[in-house]
T-cell receptor, first 113, second 113 residues
Framework: AQSVTQPDIHITVSEGASLELRCNYS??????LFWYVQSPGQGLQLLLK??????LVQGIKGFEAEFKRSQSSFNLRKPSVHWSDAAEYFC???????????FGTGTRLKVLA | DAGVIQSPRHEVTEMGQEVTLRCKPI?????LFWYRQTMMRGLELLIY????????DSGMPEDRFSAKMPNASFSTLKIQPSEPRDSAVYFC???????????FGEGSRLTVL
């Protein structure tokens, strides 16, 4: 069965510092992988997605993620965090032909001024 | 363009009452999803529709929950009778074909006393 693990529940970084949020998945074939962001009181917004091809994916707001099949990981990165990046981040995995996406439990990011 | 519109944003009700949550998807989208978000269980897919037809309702917790999509621009999620354990944020999302991107509404926060 598919599963997604986000090992970090909370992460705190200083503004301007680099960021990496971890995501590990369990799936037999090549999955569809996503990162979403949720600001307080809001719905989820797609940051980026990976279906196939180049394993380094660029997203909105300066985020990128790298698919590493050997490590079953899809970590999200940003070189310099802004205070407005404080939010909760969700990794999700899906399969072709179905919308039964599995979401991770989320990582809450706090940014220190 | 308007995004996914959900109503009400907040609902407080007493145990045993009927609750109806509403969703207007993005015009032209042919998939509609209902998710539930809680601290304990994270984000769970309840049901999804394609062209107004329910495709998979295996995530609906029990018979107290029902969802309908009478036309392409409207869907409801009904809970009858409601129980305190139904307290959660319910999200509606829509998508156009198999693009992989879900567009989420801002959610309906339900509190059952």
């Amino acid at each position: 069965a598919q599963s997604v693990t986000q090992p970090d529940i909370h992460i705190t970084v200083s503004e301007g510092a680099s960021l990496e949020l971890r995501c590990n998945y369990s799936y037999g074939a090549t999955p569809y992988l996503f990162w979403y962001v949720q600001s307080p009181g809001q719905g989820l917004q797609l940051l980026l997605k990976y279906f196939s091809g180049d394993t380094l994916v660029q997203g909105i707001k300066g985020f990128e993620a790298e698919f590493k099949r050997s490590q079953s990981s899809f970590n999200l990165r940003k070189p310099s965090v802004h205070w407005s990046d404080a939010a909760e981040y969700f990794c999700a995995v899906g399969t072709s032909g179905t919308y039964k996406y599995i979401f991770g439990t989320g990582t809450r990011l706090k940014v220190l001024a | 363009d308007a995004g996914v519109i959900q109503s009400p944003r907040h609902e407080v009700t007493e145990m045993g009452q009927e609750v109806t949550l509403r969703c207007k998807p993005i015009s032209g989208h042919d998939y509609l999803f209902w998710y539930r978000q809680t601290m304990m269980r994270g984000l769970e897919l309840l049901i999804y529709f394609n062209n107004n037809v329910p495709i998979d309702d295996s995530g609906m917790p029990e018979d107290r929950f029902s969802a309908k999509m009478p036309n392409a621009s409207f869907s409801t999620l009904k809970i009858q009778p409601s129980e305190p354990r139904d307290s959660a944020v319910y999200f509606c999302a829509s998508s156009f074909r198999v693009t992989g991107e879900l567009f989420f509404g801002e959610g309906s926060r339900l509190t059952v006393l």
